[in-house]
T-cell receptor
Framework: DTGVSQNPRHKITKRGQNVTFRCDPISEHNRLYWYRQTLGQGPEFLTYFQNEAQLEKSRLLSDRFSAERPKGSFSTLEIQRTEQGDSAMYLC?????????????FGPGTRLTVT | AQTVTQSQPEMSVQEAETVTLSCTYDTSENNYYLFWYKQPPSRQMILVIRQEAYKQQNATENRFSVNFQKAAKSFSLKISDSQLGDTAMYFCAFMTPATQGGSEKLVFGKGTKLTVNP
C-alpha cells in the first residue's frame, strides 16, 4: 500500500491552455474522488468514480472539465481552455466501497496556477 | 443540501494543553457519518476521527475525542495534551452513505487553522 499519488504536484499554465492531472489510487480501492480546494476554503467535491463508471458530477464541473478512469485504475482530470479562476489545489481521494469505515484516503494534490 | 460550518477560522493552544474545535452541520438525513480530517502544512489530508450518527457514544482516538450532539447538529473535536505536530488545518466533514441513497462524497467546512505553540 503506497498511498494515493498525484502528478504533477505543481502546474503553472497560461490562460487558455489545456492541462491534465493524473491520480493513482490505492490499488484495491474501487472508488475514486476528485475535489478542488481554493485558498481559505475546504475541499469541494467535483466528481467520483466507482470502478470505471463516473457516477456523479458536481455542477462545479463545467463542460471545460472532463475526468476519466479507464479500466478502473488511475484517473485523469483534464481542464480545457484554462481560466484564472481554475487556479486551485486539485485533490484526489480513494476508498473501498463496502468498507464500513467510509474513510477516504487523499493524495498530496496538484496545485494549478493559471497566469 | 448538507452544509458544514466551522466558526473558528484560527485557534492557538499551548503545548500540552487542551483545545476544542467547533463544527455544526445541517441535514435532513437521519443516518450519516461525520469526520475530522487534518491537513498539515504542505502535506496530505489524513483522517483524525470518525463518528457514525446512529451511535450515541462519542468516538475517541488516543488524544482525540469528539462531542457529538445529534439533536443540536454539533460535532466538536477535542485535542488533549496538544503536541507541536498537531499544528495543521482541521476540516470537519459530512457524508451520507450510499445505502441511504447518498453519493458518499464528503462535504467539508472551511476549516480551522490550529497552531500549537511551544
Amino acid at each position: 500500500d503506497t498511498g494515493v499519488s498525484q502528478n504533477p504536484r505543481h502546474k503553472i499554465t497560461k490562460r487558455g491552455q489545456n492541462v491534465t492531472f493524473r491520480c493513482d489510487p490505492i490499488s484495491e480501492h474501487n472508488r475514486l474522488y476528485w475535489y478542488r480546494q481554493t485558498l481559505g476554503q475546504g475541499p469541494e467535491f467535483l466528481t467520483y468514480f466507482q470502478n470505471e463508471a463516473q457516477l456523479e458530477k458536481s455542477r462545479l464541473l463545467s463542460d471545460r472539465f472532463s475526468a476519466e478512469r479507464p479500466k478502473g485504475s488511475f484517473s485523469t482530470l483534464e481542464i480545457q481552455r484554462t481560466e484564472q479562476g481554475d487556479s486551485a489545489m486539485y485533490l484526489c481521494a480513494s476508498s473501498l466501497r463496502g468498507k464500513s469505515s467510509y474513510e477516504q484516503y487523499f493524495g498530496p494534490g496538484t496545485r494549478l496556477t493559471v497566469t | 443540501a448538507q452544509t458544514v460550518t466551522q466558526s473558528q477560522p484560527e485557534m492557538s493552544v499551548q503545548e500540552a494543553e487542551t483545545v476544542t474545535l467547533s463544527c455544526t452541520y445541517d441535514t435532513s438525513e437521519n443516518n450519516y457519518y461525520l469526520f475530522w480530517y487534518k491537513q498539515p502544512p504542505s502535506r496530505q489530508m489524513i483522517l483524525v476521527i470518525r463518528q457514525e450518527a446512529y451511535k450515541q457514544q462519542n468516538a475517541t482516538e488516543n488524544r482525540f475525542s469528539v462531542n457529538f450532539q445529534k439533536a443540536a447538529k454539533s460535532f466538536s473535536l477535542k485535542i488533549s495534551d496538544s503536541q507541536l505536530g498537531d499544528t495543521a488545518m482541521y476540516f470537519c466533514a459530512f457524508m451520507t452513505p450510499a445505502t441511504q441513497g447518498g453519493s458518499e462524497k464528503l462535504v467539508f467546512g472551511k476549516g480551522t487553522k490550529l497552531t500549537v505553540n511551544p
